[in-house]
């Protein structure tokens, strides 16, 4: 019977690094991830790994990259400023194939913006971030105890398809303390890595990690692997929840933190009479585009109401996967507030009355 | 007869794509005849920047790792904490080290990083063709100082040498040149001390070269080696700024 | 007795090793072109090489094997 421990997210982010068998942090201190890395200081040396508090967040990616080059498990962390600043790293990472996890624990932006939570880092997230053609996997949970299991799964993610997997939290998720069950031994999965500079050591041929390839068609040859690569995690990896969205009338959209504020609304509805689902998407990059694109098609469904701590940026890909079926409509906070249940249920109940 | 020189098998049978008369070829040679000398070809990894030398991956037999413009000294970082047994080494111009990468190479020789950098100045941009470097002198016309540096709007060269000397971290610090036999032999003997030092855990060991651009400087080959020479040495002195007397 | 050869089609004409020969026995021959249409060095005169290497050393693209 698993003990349970009670927890806050990041230093959770931490310790399910370490059982996943990542030995090597490279981090900066930013607001409100800090504790990922304070964890870090003390955890790592008990298990003779790497910590390293690089001069910047530039550093830090750049240093991750240099690991994951050697084949190692590999973590960085920060927060919506210093995402940017890692912004190029994560594309040379993408371009060389490399497996890395990085979290984001998102705070309010632009710029210096807040240090309070916020999902305003999606379109950084899910669309690029960096220059070129790529993708990160990009997983958000909802929970501590989510946090655990998934950063678990997103060092084997990483490892298997050779790609940067992004957990993206907020402040919330970051820092609140929640029971956490712990496995004995996690189940990780251990691949070899032929393409690993570690050293010739023998091998007959030296191995080279690097994302240029001055030749175009060179260049969109690799580009066209890439995508391969992207199709069949799209194919093979979406992760989603879907709570009751049979004969709902209005369906939200939401993930993180404010999955957890719509799940008592949901309650809070039925309570009134008028039945609402919700799809959580868990994998934001691949997007649940097939189970959204389902729960438009039932015919009980009148619309989606989309709830973010942003002006609205999943909003566009529910859109798309939506494809003009059914209204989309949103309702969001921003600066580090967070929607209230009854600023949500009032939006639910004016779809329901045709009010809007 | 017996052979007295001939290419090393530290360097792969690819051609160099360098200038006529630059002395990356140079200098890519030293290191590789160094890691073939002290046969660590097999227990190295080197670490490309971005410059004329972005595809020296290509050059050097042993494996390598390109990094983003500057951060050759962050991915040594990440390379030598995960593989302590094995050799690291960086080789970075002056644009690589001394501008954009200026905190990586400053924070990397701070922390005592065990790697090796091997930095080449010569005092403009190469790659992409011809502008200011940190490096470049007072007077120097480039691309971005067609007027020649004034120090007014574009301020002063940067000694990195001497600069990253004052780091209790950096235990090793020479700059050499390739003037002639006698000066490539040193610089070939502050490259296998560069990498006695990591092997002996010592810390962050550096060797500067200075180097020549004959096509940015608007040059031939043996006149840029002249204009080295006669210019570059007294704003870039050389000799050991740090471990001279380190036993290794 | 020494001799220097040249793999001629690795030569850019660079002229560094005419510069960095003590008994200034090396050419580049402005006569022909190599397969990269640089002008490529030879030695005018084995007799007088003494096998010191300084043309080798000093050229940046292995282009030289020098024997004794």
Redesign the interface.
Do not use: P, Q
């Given at each position: 019977m698993a003990k349970r421990v009670l927890m806050k997210g990041n230093e959770v982010i931490a310790e399910a690094a370490i059982r996943a068998g990542c030995r090597?942090y490279?981090g900066y201190p930013i607001t409100p991830q800090t504790e990922v890395m304070h964890y870090m200081a003390r955890e790592m040396v008990k298990h003779g790994g790497?910590f390293?508090q690089?001069?910047?967040e530039?550093?830090?990616i750049?240093?991750?990259?240099?690991?994951?080059?050697?084949g190692?498990r590999?973590l960085t962390s920060s927060s919506s400023p210093g995402i940017s600043l890692k912004q190029?790293?994560i594309s040379?990472i993408a371009g060389?194939e490399l497996p890395a996890v990085c979290v984001n624990i998102m705070r309010g932006g632009p710029g210096l913006g807040g240090i309070l939570p916020s999902q305003s880092d999606y379109f950084q997230a899910t669309k690029g971030g960096g220059h070129g053609d790529y993708k990160n996997l990009v997983i958000a949970p909802a929970s501590v105890q989510e946090l655990y299991e998934l950063t678990v799964k997103a060092f084997d993610l990483a490892d298997q398809y050779r790609m940067l997997v992004m957990i993206l939290g907020d402040g919330t998720i970051g820092q609140m303390m929640e029971p956490v069950a712990f496995k004995e031994k996690e189940d990780t999965k251990v691949i070899e890595k032929p393409w690993a500079?570690?050293?010739?050591?023998?091998r007959a041929k030296?191995?080279?990690?690097?994302?240029?390839y001055?030749d175009p068609d060179d260049l969109e040859a690799k580009n066209r692997e890439l995508q391969a690569k992207y199709r069949e995690v799209e194919e093979k990896e979406v992760m989603v929840e879907t709570m009751n969205c049979e004969d709902a009338e209005v369906v939200i959209t939401a993930y993180g933190t404010c999955s957890r504020i719509c799940k008592n609304v949901i309650r809070q509805a039925a309570e009134l009479g008028i039945k609402v689902g919700m799809v959580r998407p868990i994998t934001l990059w691949p997007f649940p585009t097939k189970e959204v694109a389902r729960v438009a098609d039932m015919a009980s469904v009148k619309g989606f109401l989309d709830v973010e701590l942003s002006s609205g940026q999943m909003i566009e890909d529910v859109r798309l996967a939506v494809n003009g079926k059914k209204p989309v409509y949103f309702h969001g906070r921003m600066g580090g507030n967070l929607p209230t249940q009854k600023e949500i249920l009032d939006e639910i109940v004016k779809i329901h009355k045709g009010e809007i | 007869m017996a052979i007295v020189f001939q290419k090393t098998k530290g360097l792969t049978d690819k051609p160099f794509h360098y200038c006529p008369g630059c002395m990356h070829g140079i200098i890519h040679r030293l290191i590789a005849e160094v890691m073939e000398e002290m046969d660590i070809l097999d227990k190295t990894i080197g670490v490309a920047s971005v410059g004329c030398t972005y595809n020296n991956y290509d050059y050097f037999s042993c494996d390598m790792v390109q990094a983003a413009h500057g951060r050759a000294p962050a991915v040594a970082t990440g390379i030598k904490r995960c593989k302590p047994e094995e050799l690291v080494f960086t080789y970075q111009g002056d644009g690589d080290l001394a501008s954009i990468g200026t905190a990586e190479i400053v924070h990397a020789a701070a922390r005592g990083e065990k790697i090796c950098t091997f930095f080449v100045n010569n005092a403009v941009y190469g790659m992409t063709s011809g502008q200011m470097a940190p490096t470049t002198l007072l007077g120097q016309v480039t691309t971005t100082s067609p007027l020649g540096r004034d120090a007014e709007t574009r301020g002063y060269p940067i000694n990195v040498s001497e600069m990253l000397s004052t780091l209790t971290g950096a235990v090793y610090i020479e700059r050499v040149a390739l003037f002639d036999y006698k000066h490539i032999q040193e610089a070939k003997k502050a490259i296998a001390k560069a990498f006695r030092v990591q092997q002996a855990g010592l810390g962050f060991a550096m060797v500067e070269f200075l180097s020549t651009c004959p096509t940015n400087w608007g040059k031939e080959p043996i006149e840029a080696l002249e204009w080295c020479k006669e210019k570059m040495v007294p704003q870039y002195p050389l000799g050991v700024f740090k471990g001279k007397d380190l036993e290794v | 007795m020494a001799k220097v050869s040249f793999q001629e089609d690795l030569c850019k004409g660079c002229g560094l090793c005419v510069y960095a020969c003590p008994k200034k026995i090396l050419v580049l021959d402005k006569e022909r072109l190599n397969s990269k249409g640089y002008h490529p060095a030879s030695c005018v005169d084995l007799n007088q090489c003494v096998g010191c290497a300084f043309c080798a050393t000093q050229c940046p693209d292995s282009v030289i094997t020098v024997e004794r």
């Open positions: 090597h490279f790497t390293v690089a001069e910047s530039v550093a830090a750049n240093m991750v990259y240099g690991a994951a080059a050697t190692e590999v190029e790293g040379y060389a500079t570690t050293g010739l050591h023998g030296h191995n080279t990690i690097t994302s240029i001055i | - | -």
